[in-house]
Nanobody
Framework: QVQLVESGGGLVQPGGSLRLSCAAS????????MGWYRQAPGKQRELVAT???????DYADSVKGRFTISRDNAKNTVYLQMNSLKPEDTAVYYC???????????????WGQGTQVTVSS
């Protein structure tokens, strides 16, 4: 019904930058909050950043001042600009969105397949 497709991951040196994108497609009536989560090997998945329909944002303390989340509602796409990357940012990054499929429907939580970000020299 709905697909979230991430792109933009890869290998970058410490101090470098990457920009992740996540496009939602399929049966979409409206999209509420969108966000990014990450999971490092041996660790639990954690929140990185979220953004509301109106553009209000929230960040994990570990990424504040370095990462910026944004969205393009016309394109059903959320972005994560990651600057000053550190080795501890290495993880699989997952896109998340609360999506209403039909008029008067209730939001359903959707996840992307994940994209690997590796920060290493």
């Amino acid at each position: 019904q709905v697909q979230l497709v991430e792109s933009g991951g890869g290998l970058v040196q410490p101090g470098g930058s990457l920009r992740l994108s996540c496009a939602a497609s399929g049966s979409i009536f409206s999209i509420y909050a969108m966000g990014w989560y990450r999971q490092a090997p041996g660790k639990q998945r954690e929140l990185v950043a979220t953004i509301s329909t109106g553009g209000s944002t929230d960040y994990a303390d570990s990424v504040k001042g370095r990462f910026t989340i944004s969205r393009d509602n016309a394109k059903n796409t959320v972005y994560l600009q990651m600057n000053s990357l550190k080795p501890e940012d290495t993880a699989v990054y997952y896109c998340n969105a609360d999506i209403v499929n039909v008029l008067w429907g209730t939001p359903t939580d959707y996840w992307g397949q994940g994209t690997q970000v590796t920060v290493s020299s």
